[in-house]
């Protein structure tokens, strides 16, 4: 609500809020020129100010204002005075919450006129990206980027007040300060005191959220900054928001219900969106690839993934056998209410497949009592039976088959399954099919640089009983981990954290960092677990993903007040640039520039860009 504390110049109530009350007052509005109509001798102003739209009228009698009111022009920025009336019968307007009256000027003042705006303000048309992230502000103008921006503050207001009612302070934490790696490289800002030295921009809190743990403040939320130099692939900024938090002597399942109420909460209270369950479902990673594909499942609808791998070990047909022979499996899905598809259209199934890296689609179809399809034949009628028993299939139903290693095996089903949910429409857009999936395992094998990475983060604790097999075999280690997923979207990850040096220690041996360098990178933290460090736990939830869930939204960056493009440029402000000579000898630096011709050679340009 628009409150008006002191008197002031510009307007004594908020154009959104006139309602029939406030007939005959008169008062003053500022705001913008929404849109202007001329009519029967009068002017109409749809008057915009953040609370919504006033309709104004200019009466030919009021001489100089209606002269005034001939020059105006969209998004002026004008201020008015007037009495309010009742709008004469039959001219409501029941779609605006200001559609019973109207204002009748008697003054008017320009208090900046504007330039034609590079796009319509007053219209949601489709405007080109870049033009829109230019002019930012004006595209924040338009009521959909202003609604979505409100609902994001409802947001950040409900996960403060929610917090804070369970003893959860608000704590900041620098951004100038040392590396936290969550896998991204850092943002570096050079050290002017320090010669050849850099800050890290923080990756995330976690080193700080642990330490005020340490510090003895149990529970610790914050609004937090992200930042994160990754390679612009997907819908990824350099900086989000997260709401980062920590807790003292928590367990798994407290931080899950605690998260878990926050979320509904926010649903019920704040959107027209239905969850498909509560309390919502908790799968394990491994429940979650072996129906899903994936880790982060939408569970709106079924063609869950069934294995077939003992049926394939024996079957006559050598793609099967050949990759249960090598060690990976025979797993596919079964749709249903598929028309007879044709070969171009099987050929087009084999390609969405492909993109999680299949090599083939093998493909079955129930038609009467008879499995048909090119591979029919290698199966035996006790075969045929076998598998439409695992799939329960119905006549009609297509089974599709992907034979291959298993990550390639869950990728190109779980790509397969989302294609048919959007070509199918099997899922419902106002339900949150919201799950959590925990028991991640710890480590992952990265092929490309040949060594083992933490899953999540390195500070992660082991499950109690894996802890022999860091030593032994750590990618079999599983960690107390989870993530919340919102159909098939991340919305958080965190987990139970390590509180002893040693096992810190242990678990940077497995990722190959030695006492020595882990004393130089994290030396404050197993310091700091030296001095009785109290376990805990803790989970970031992010807080631009969520809000685009929950709005519908494309991408991220229409969630963001002032997002920067794909290209990780701020096309507004014209960042990053180039700076002067002084700064940079201030800094101590000289630029190593890449030679003549290649990318990045002439600052001037942008990456992508030809020189
Ligand atoms: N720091 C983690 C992240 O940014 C979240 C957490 O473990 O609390 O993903």
Redesign the pocket.
Known sequence: MYSQAQRNPYRTHAAGELREENVGERVRLAGWVHRRRDHGGLIFIDLRDRWGLAQVTFHPEQAEVFSGAEQLRPEWSISVEGEVVRRPQGNENPDLPTGAIEVEATDLSVLNPSETPPFEIERDRPVDETLRLKYRYLDLRRERMKETILFRHRVVKRMRDYLDERGFLEIETPLLTAS?P?GARDYLVPARLYPGQFYALP????QF?QLLMVAGFERYFQVAR?LRDEDQRGDRQPEHT?L???MSYATQDEILDLVEGLYTGIVEDLTHKRLLQSPFPRLTYAEAMARFGTDKPDIRFGLELTDVSELARNAEFKVFRGAVEAGGSVRGIAVGGLESLSRRQIDELAAVAATGGARGLAWLKLEGSALNGPIAKFFSEEEGAALREAFGVAEGDYMFFVADNDPVVFESLSRLRLHFRDRLGLADPDVLGLCWVTDFPMFEWNEDEARVEPM??M??MPREEDLPLLETDPLKVVGQLYDLVANGTEL????I?IHRPELQQKVFDVIGIGPEEAQRRFGAILTAFRYGAPPH????PGVDRLIMVLRDQPNIREVMAFPKTQAARDEMMDAPGPVTEDQLKELHIALRRPPEGEPGSNPATRPGEAN
């Not at 990756?203 to 976690?206: D, I, L, T």
């Not at 958080?492 to 987990?495: D, H, K, T, V």
């Not at 736990?537 to 970031?540: C, E, M, P, T």
């Open positions: 936290t969550e990756q995330s809190p976690q959220k992200a997260q980062d938090l920590e999540h983060h500070f992660t958080a990850s965190g987990s954290r736990g803790g989970i970031a």
